[in-house]
């Protein structure tokens, strides 16, 4: 398996949508056909439109905040020792994680497409959060669908979503995390897909959804490869992008216009309790391809095909399933994949918050407990950038928990 | 040689009615109870569905997700579904039996593997909820090698060239999707509508076998009964949950219900 150069990753599927001949695709009911057909239509067209990539370069300006800051982890380098440590810092996007480019982007089409509702559905809350004023930003009534789990721990985005006004459907099936709520958010676009449009909140789900969101959070790079430049002069040889994958869409974001050159490209994922078996690393773990939300992937599953419960102390990682597109560059070996455990996490989190003026969600910490792992064995030449991609502020309550105070 | 699936419909036409078709899930709420409830309902159902349970099921509403949860949770694995399919056809070899899932199952399985199964235990068709036209073109075909009936779903939103297409590669039977919603949604569209949307999809070949589910109870199914055939799943389902509530013999009330569903259409 292998990756073109100079055609966008997202273009790079066969006549079935299929990424390597093996991931992705639409496994969709029928009554889905038709309106997943339309949304790649239009999508095709905007993609080309200079209008409408004007005006999503407005908003993310003007709405989003482009270009968010890359900044230098001073402390971090020297405490560690060997390498550089960099960070993206994504979290100061407007509402505070990168889910904000794709809900933006989502809304513009929809206005585009005549619809009036949108739905979507959301694991830490982000995803949730950034659809629910983006849709308040362009005048769409929007349904958030959450696992009732999440609701109870991540309460700080609830109240963002409702505040914004926004109705939040709480999902009581299954394990009540995210691959719930993605479930009941696609059977929720099933019976009303005639006035509403959808926004999976991730690289995930049939593939219009995976193309949407992995071209909307390509903004991240495309600003970075400006500022890395700035910084060095040129991409330096050494550099290594670290970021936490639990669907991918920051980590696709922030590779996104890397993937020609020789930069290394590292994604860390949800590795659970210590000494638990549960996790949600499906892509460190060795997991088989199997079917869930309508992509073939590698997902956590049984031997008959059942998908697998997982766990994690970042709600938004704890996702039996990875990207279509992260499954086809691990096995094109463009990409390496490792995971880090929610102990890890929290010393990570908990290190760079003290030593930083940056303050990492539980999703990028995971990312910087790599970066914490594999620095000191590095050179002063070798350059590691992270995308920290959320703000703690919204696990006070678990950090809290686990570690007795909360720092920021 | 015809069919199972074909000859009932031929039956149903002499006899001038819809074929009444029920959906179950296997191992609801366990293996016995399920062959139970598929024995008692075949006596007025011309034609069963029985659901291979899947925990992450994007198509359906609540009450067969229930139906699926408990069948689970009881520990029902495919091999299970497989063995109550043998139980059921060794004594009622005639009666088309299908199964439904997602895909997902199958997949693991591997479609060969599968479909030897579904051979040796007398399946008679499959419809995979997840995998639509064309991406099933390859397995619909291994289906047909096998003598097994692949069935196509079309829906609302199909428009009329691909229902054209879909019609062309159909084997004996064909769903049609009442209205936009999962499975056991209240019928949000009047009967009338829904047989001027199924009569303009007859009419591209009046030989078809077209079958109209979703939403259709024991309130609705006569006002639908020009049609080729009927299913009526959510509400077995529902009724199901109802009589394990309050300790009934879940087969008896099924046997029941299906009887006063086969008289609103004769």
């Known amino acids: 398996m292998r990756i073109k150069k100079g055609i966008p990753l997202i273009d790079q599927h066969d006549k079935n949508f299929m990424y390597g001949g093996k991931f992705g695709g639409n496994f969709i009911p029928e009554t889905l056909k038709k309106p997943i057909d339309d949304l790649t239509k239009l999508f095709a067209k905007l993609r080309k439109d200079e209008k409408f990539i004007k005006e999503r370069d407005y908003y993310f300006k003007s709405y989003i905040g482009a270009p968010t800051p890359f900044i230098k982890l001073e402390n971090l380098t020297n405490y560690l020792g060997g390498a550089q440590i960099y960070a993206k810092v994504v979290s100061e996007a407007n509402g505070g994680a990168h889910k904000i480019y794709n809900a933006t982007v989502h809304c513009l089409i929809a206005k585009r497409a005549g619809k009036k509702f949108i739905v979507g559905d959301t694991g830490a809350g982000y995803a949730g959060k950034m659809l629910s004023m983006a849709a308040k930003k362009f005048g769409l009534k929007c349904k958030i669908f959450m696992g009732a789990k999440d609701i109870k721990r991540q309460r700080p985005n609830v109240e963002a979503i409702k505040?914004?006004?926004?109705?939040?459907?709480?999902?009581?099936?299954?394990?009540?995390?995210?691959?719930?709520?993605?479930?009941?958010?696609?059977?929720?676009?099933?019976?009303?897909?005639?006035?509403?449009?959808?926004?999976?909140?991730?690289?995930v789900g049939p593939n219009i959804f995976i193309k949407i969101c992995a071209w909307s959070t390509a903004q991240i790079s495309r600003e970075l490869i400006e500022q890395i430049k700035d910084e060095f002069g040129r991409i330096p040889k050494k550099i290594k992008l670290l970021n936490c994958v639990g669907g991918g869409s920051s980590a696709m974001g922030f590779w996104n216009e890397f993937m020609d050159s020789d930069a290394e490209f590292i994604g860390i994922e949800a590795g659970g309790p210590k000494n638990s078996n549960l996790h949600a690393a499906p892509l460190t773990n060795g997991s088989k391809i199997g079917i869930l939300h309508g992509a073939a992937q590698y997902v956590i599953q049984d031997k008959e095909g059942q998908i697998g419960t997982t766990e994690s102390i970042s709600a938004g990682l704890d996702y039996p399933g990875i990207s279509p597109l992260h499954c086809f560059l691990k096995d094109s070996k463009r990409a390496k994949y490792t995971s880090a455990t929610d102990e890890e996490a929290l010393k990570a989190y908990r290190l760079v918050s003290k030593l930083e003026k940056i303050s990492p969600s539980l999703e990028p910490s995971h990312a910087f407990a790599e970066a914490i792992k594999i620095a000191p064995k590095l050179k002063s030449s070798d350059i590691i950038i992270v995308n920290s991609c959320g703000d703690s502020l919204k696990d006070k309550d678990i950090i809290k928990k686990k570690l007795g105070s909360y720092i920021r | 040689m015809k069919s199972n699936i074909a000859v009932t419909f031929e039956n149903c036409k002499k006899e001038n009615r819809a074929a009444l078709i029920t959906y179950t899930v296997a191992g609801d709420n366990t293996k016995n109870i399920s062959l139970k409830i598929l024995n008692s309902i075949s006596k007025h159902a011309d034609i069963l569905e029985l659901g291979f349970p899947h925990n992450t099921p994007i198509a359906d509403g609540g009450q067969i997700q229930g139906s699926s949860y408990r069948a689970l949770k009881n520990g029902i694995k495919l091999q299970n579904v497989f063995q109550i399919v043998k139980k059921f056809k060794r004594y009622n070899p005639n009666k088309p039996l299908i199964l439904m899932g997602y895909f997902n199952l199958v997949y693991q399985c591997g479609e060969n593997n599968f479909l030897k199964k579904c051979k040796s235990s007398g399946v008679d068709g499959l419809i995979i909820v997840d995998l639509p036209f064309p991406e099933n073109k390859n397995f619909a075909y291994k289906c047909k090698k096998n003598s097994i009936n692949f069935i196509q779903?079309?829906?609302?939103?199909?428009?009329?060239?691909?229902?054209?297409?879909?019609?062309?590669?159909?084997?004996?039977?064909?769903?049609?999707?009442?209205?936009?919603?999962?499975?056991?949604?209240?019928?949000?569209?009047?009967?009338?509508?829904?047989?001027?949307?199924?009569?303009?999809?007859?009419?591209?070949?009046?030989?078809?076998?077209?079958?109209?589910?979703?939403?259709?109870?024991?309130?609705?199914?006569?006002?639908?009964?020009?049609?080729d055939g009927l299913v009526v799943g959510s509400q077995l389902c529902k009724t199901i949950t109802n009589s394990l509530k309050k300790r009934l013999n879940t087969a008896k009330v099924l046997d029941n219900m299906v009887y006063n569903l086969k008289k609103k259409i004769i």
Request: charged share 20%; net charge positive; hydrophobic share 35%.
């Open chain 2, 153 to 227: 779903l079309l829906s609302p939103t199909t428009p009329i060239k691909r229902v054209k297409k879909i019609i062309n590669v159909s084997h004996d039977m064909l769903y049609y999707i009442s209205m936009l919603s999962t499975t056991g949604g209240k019928l949000k569209v009047s009967p009338k509508n829904i047989l001027k949307n199924y009569n303009r999809i007859k009419k591209i070949n009046r030989k078809k076998n077209i079958v109209i589910g979703f939403g259709i109870t024991n309130k609705t199914i006569a006002s639908l009964k020009k049609a």
């Open chain 1, 163 to 203: 505040k914004n006004g926004a109705t939040i459907v709480p999902v009581t099936s299954g394990s009540q995390t995210l691959v719930d709520a993605v479930s009941e958010c696609m059977r929720y676009w099933v019976a009303n897909n005639d006035t509403t449009n959808m926004c999976v909140g991730s690289t």
